[in-house]
């Protein structure tokens, strides 16, 4: 069995770990590390309910391997929250309900996380053009995106990061 | 955890990976994986070795070179999304990436990655056809430039050796006032595409077309020019008659054939979608003039 010794910070968090070349990261963060917030829907990069941010930016977790990963900055959904407090998108989301079961929202969130930071004004069409990446089951959108455009207003008005 | 079990080495240079391509059995290179691993989840691929390039710098990176645009080959598509230098000398390439896959996926694609896997109706594929690009590839006997019409040898089949690496995409803007267009057709927004065009159309002063690129991805095996169509355009005025009739001669491509779209269709997909590329084109080749 091949295995790779990796480094590397998720949430903060430093971690080193033996890991087989074959599994891939969500597989890791979930298995290896217990963080079971980021989901796996299809495992073939379609649906995105395995969304983390790598080195700030969004990356399917299903389509690269634990190993590719050694010396990178992950965050995934556990990192949102601040002392246990929603963060303003998480907020949002409660809010306005923009989430039924909950599978597709922790890769939903880390996609808008990364949206927000680089932009506090999105319209609606770039809102849309990052959920595209996204498969939701149960809301039909509309109040996914509702969540991401009060967010960015929130987060405008306060002065936050996202 | 899906794949069959394989090796992962993972190169720090170009040299080291040609060299572990000509020593192993059964390796496969790994660029951005947003195509192989996939295939590798559902056992369509199972290398017993995985080449990793992503931690070789010198591959990586957008830049002008003479008048040439030079792409490493692990330049990631989210380079070329949001690279200035793209939008303003190729933005037939700009105007395509947005359409490529998803926010997420072009964030760890590869340029390289999407030549080499030679998917029919791959975006990049498409447009470094149209675009006449030169590639470079490398192997331990040296290395050698592939121009793309012959790179593209079959349905996702290329020209590189087992032990050939690509290492860089080397394309020259067109410059001057021309207009270009790509549009593609898919049933949802990031899906694969079943059919695209790619035009780029040069009009004189007095509306005559001086030159004309007609691209079609998704329709034959791989990405194709269709030159019977460039022939009705070039010398032609520009205009709906020389547009309808290159977008007849799309429509007389022989299609591909699949369970859920018939060849027709996408013939009929060809016809209609260069119609509307080289209406669009056009436009902007006479905004570009006023
Ligand atoms: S589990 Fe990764 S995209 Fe579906
Ligand atoms: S809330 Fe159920 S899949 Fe999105």
New interface residues.
Partial sequence: ??T?RIRLTVNGKDYEREV?????LV?FIRHDLGLTGSHVGC???VC?AC?VLVDG????G????A??ADGARIETVEGLAVDGKLNTLQESFWDLHGLQCGYCTPGVLM?LTEMLREDLSPSEQKVR??L??HLCRCTGYQNIVAAALEAAKRLRESGAKA | MKPAPFTYHSPSSVSEAVQLLTELENARVLAGGQSLVPMLNFRLASPDHLVDLGKIADLRGIREQGDEVVFGAMTRQRDIEFSSLITAKLPLMAEAVLQLGHRQTRNRGTIGGSLCHLDPSAELPTICMAMDAQLEVISPSGSRTIAMAEFAQGMMTTALAETEILTAIRIRPWTGRYGHAFIEFARRHGDFAIASAAILLDVDGNGGITRAVVALGGVGPVPLRVSAAEACLIGAKAGSEAFAAAAAECGKIDALEDPTYPAWYRQHLAKTLSGRALKLAHERAVAQAH
């Fill in positions: 069995m091949d790779k087989e070349s074959r599994v891939n597989d495992e073939h990069g995105g969304t930016i969004s990356m399917r299903c389509l690269m391997f190993a590719q996609s053009e990052v595209s990446g």
